[in-house]
């Protein structure tokens, strides 16, 4: 697809259960984000990867959350254990890295039950 | 401190009326980028408009431009000639560092944006 793709869109789980967010960010670019929107607010900087430079993971809130790039492409985002105060959209975007236009994707809704 | 300040949670503006939306930053780098998205109600975050700390021209994007006032860390959007599909949230955002070079490592700080209504 020419876009961010993100799934899935909606995902309800029960607290203390794991969940995995999938983000296939756009082809060729290099720089890939996470952000979390809570419910009337603004977006919340999570973990951001660049090629092949070690992520920087200075917005990750807890341990619970962890996130990889497999291939410099597709990325996932972890919850452990999910607390109802993980519910929340989850945004993904991708740049070329360095090029300032950030291209989003229409995120993940979760909600913990 | 918050580095992206919003101060209308909600704004209404007549059909055609041009539209200022407020967005005030803090950095102490010399180097920074400033943005703007929209968010419809679908949810996706629509890039608008771009202003680098070194650009001296205010940016422009169609019906969308940024006025920019360093001294006062100061990065309007102004929307002229609103229409109904502009109705949606709208996110100030800044990336520190020297964003030409790949700086910015920690991506952008967004604000808590302003959500604005079109009315006819």
């Known amino acids: 697809g020419a876009g961010v793709s993100q799934s899935p869109s909606n995902k309800v789980t029960e607290k203390g259960k794991d969940v995995e967010l999938r983000c296939d960010p756009i082809?060729?670019?290099?720089?890939l984000y996470w952000y979390r929107q809570s419910l009337g607010q603004g977006l919340e900087f999570l973990i951001y990867?660049?090629?092949?430079?070690?992520?920087?993971k200075s917005g990750l809130p807890s341990d619970r959350f962890s996130a990889e790039r497999t291939g410099g492409s597709v990325s996932t985002l972890t919850i452990q254990r999910t607390q109802q105060e993980d519910s929340a959209v989850y945004l993904c975007?991708?740049?070329?890295?360095?090029?300032?236009?950030?291209?989003f994707g229409s995120g993940t809704q979760l909600s913990v039950l | 401190a918050q580095k992206i300040t919003q101060t209308q949670p909600g704004m209404f503006v007549q059909e055609k009326e041009a539209v200022t939306l407020d967005c005030t930053y803090d950095?102490?780098?010399?180097?920074?980028?400033l943005f703007w998205y929209k968010q419809p109600s679908s949810g996706e975050m629509i890039f608008l408009i771009y202003?680098?700390?070194?650009?001296?021209q205010n940016a422009t994007e169609g019906r969308y431009s940024l006025n920019f006032q360093k001294a006062r860390k100061s990065a309007n959007l102004v929307i002229s000639a609103s229409q109904l599909g502009d109705s949606a949230m709208y996110f100030c955002a800044m990336r520190e560092g020297d964003s030409r070079s790949g700086g910015g490592a920690d991506g952008l700080t967004f604000g808590k944006g302003t959500h604005l209504i079109i009315q006819p």
């Open positions: 990867f660049q090629g092949n430079s070690a992520p920087d």
């Open positions: 975007a991708s740049s070329r890295g360095g090029i300032e236009k950030l291209f």
């Open positions: 082809s060729g670019h290099t720089a």
């Open positions: 950095t102490s780098d010399q180097s920074y980028g």
């Open positions: 202003q680098g700390s070194y650009d001296e």
